[in-house]
Nanobody, 124 residues
Framework: QVQLVESGGGLVQPGGSLRLSCAASGFSLDYYAIGWFRQAPGKEREGLSCITSSDGRTDYADSVKGRFTISRDNAKKTVYLQMTNLKPDDTAVYYC?????????????????WGQGTRVTVSS
């Protein structure tokens, strides 16, 4: 059974940092691409970053490029999203998702499995 569990969210001040984790079970990261997404109240789900299965190629949305970094540890079956210089506009529920074809992308319909999300609040 494919399962994704996000963790690491919380309250942080503007300019601060957080590292989100996405723990995978029931499948191998060797074959699945993982993406990070977020959804703020009243807004559509937004693709932030992804990492492919085969060569670990990464991609980022313009809104987070230079501030967020995606990485994976296949042995721990965990994908991370390091977030720095956080802004109030980054407040949202953050989700990770798995693409069984391994290609990734920033478009939510490309993904087959989703975690339950972790909330990030950026506020002073």
């Amino acid at each position: 059974q494919v399962q994704l569990v996000e963790s690491g969210g919380g309250l942080v001040q503007p300019g601060g940092s957080l590292r989100l984790s996405c723990a995978a079970s029931g499948f191998s990261l060797d074959y699945y691409a993982i993406g990070w997404f977020r959804q703020a109240p009243g807004k559509e789900r937004e693709g932030l970053s992804c990492i492919t299965s085969s060569d670990g190629r990464t991609d980022y949305a313009d809104s987070v490029k230079g501030r967020f970094t995606i990485s994976r540890d296949n042995a721990k079956k965990t994908v991370y999203l390091q977030m720095t210089n956080l802004k109030p506009d980054d407040t949202a529920v953050y989700y990770c998702a798995a693409d069984r074809y391994g290609l990734g992308g920033l478009d939510p319909p490309l993904y087959d499995y989703w975690g339950q999300g972790t909330r990030v609040t950026v506020s002073s």
